[in-house]
C-alpha cells in the first residue's frame, strides 16, 4: 500500500481487522486525526488542574484511540498516567507531559499521514 516507515503507529493489525479495507482503515485514523488533539488538550488540563477523575477519563478515552492506531507506546504511557491517577495525585503526571506531548505530536503526524497517503493510493 505505501512503502512510508512508520515509528510510532503501526496500521497493519486495524487493517487486517477490517479484512484489508483501506478505505475503512482510513476513515478509522481520520477519526482519530480529528477527535483525539481535542482529546490530548482535555488530558492536559486535567493534570495541570489536578482534576483526577478528568485524568482517569481522559487517559482511559485516549488510551483506547491510541491502541486502534497501533500508538503501542503512547498507549503504554497513558495506561500508566490512568493507573496512577487511582493512587496519586493528578499533578505526579506532570513529570510525564513533555514526554507526552511529544510522542502525541509524533503519532498525530504519523496518523495524518497515513490519512493522506490512503487517500491519493485510492
Known sequence: MNDYH??????????????????ACRHMFGTFAKSAPANFARLEAAILADDAAQVKREAHSLKSMTALVGAA??????????????????????ATLPELRTLFAAVAAEVQHYVDQVGVAH
Do not use: F
Not at 512508520?6 to 478505505?23: C, F, K, V, W
Not at 507506546?73 to 499533578?91: D, F, G, I, N
Open 6 to 23: 512508520y515509528q510510532h503507529i503501526n496500521p497493519e493489525p486495524l487493517l487486517e481487522a477490517m479484512g484489508g479495507d483501506a478505505t
Open 73 to 94: 507506546v503512547l498507549t503504554e504511557m497513558l495506561k500508566a498516567v490512568e493507573v496512577q491517577s487511582r493512587t496519586e495525585p493528578p499533578q505526579s503526571a506532570r
